[in-house]
């Protein structure tokens, strides 16, 4: 009997990976933290983690996305959690449509996982859930919901995503 199809998680930065400098002021982005949030957590399904880059989605340049989009069509595996900040993730999810056979399902916080009151790792555990149970496609998981990545945008107004028609 086959075990369960392993997970690789991409990690591109975002406001997940964020961590706040007294002395700067500012936020910068450091070294990922989902393999810590999948290690608290005590994921027992396999997967493995890839760092692509460590940078603000708003810095996302073509090739940082065309990078991206290579790293999932060259995976060994067919499930996919890629973490991204939230700014431009719809962007990210629309350039990664057209790769066939592969659940790739997008996720970030809009607080640090350091923070004691992020939504990096509910977030992280529904990108986990939906990866393994969703058909082939493109999905972004937030706050508790799923979105179609391919009709979803960020209201930044109300700080969530909602579904679009276009």
Do not use: W
């Amino acid at each position: 009997m086959a075990g369960p199809s392993p997970i690789l998680v991409l990690t591109t930065g975002g406001t997940i990976d964020k961590q706040y400098f007294d002395a700067l002021s500012e936020y910068q982005i450091r070294e990922s933290t989902v393999a810590r949030l999948l290690e608290i957590a005590r994921v027992t399904h396999p997967f493995r983690t890839r760092e692509l880059m460590r940078k603000d989605s708003l810095e996302l340049t073509d090739e940082d996305r065309q990078m991206i989009r290579q790293a999932v069509a060259d995976a060994e595996e067919s499930r996919i959690v890629i973490t991204h900040g939230t700014d431009t993730m719809a962007q990210t999810a629309q350039d990664l449509s057209g790769i066939e056979g592969k659940t790739i399902v997008l996720t970030g916080a809009l607080a640090p996982a350091r923070f004691i009151e992020s939504d990096a790792a509910f977030n992280v555990g529904m990108a986990f859930a939906c990866c393994q149970a969703a058909q082939p496609g493109i999905y972004i998981t937030m706050n508790g919901s799923v979105f179609d990545g391919l009709h979803v945008a960020k209201d930044r107004e109300r700080g969530s995503f909602v579904t679009t028609t276009d």
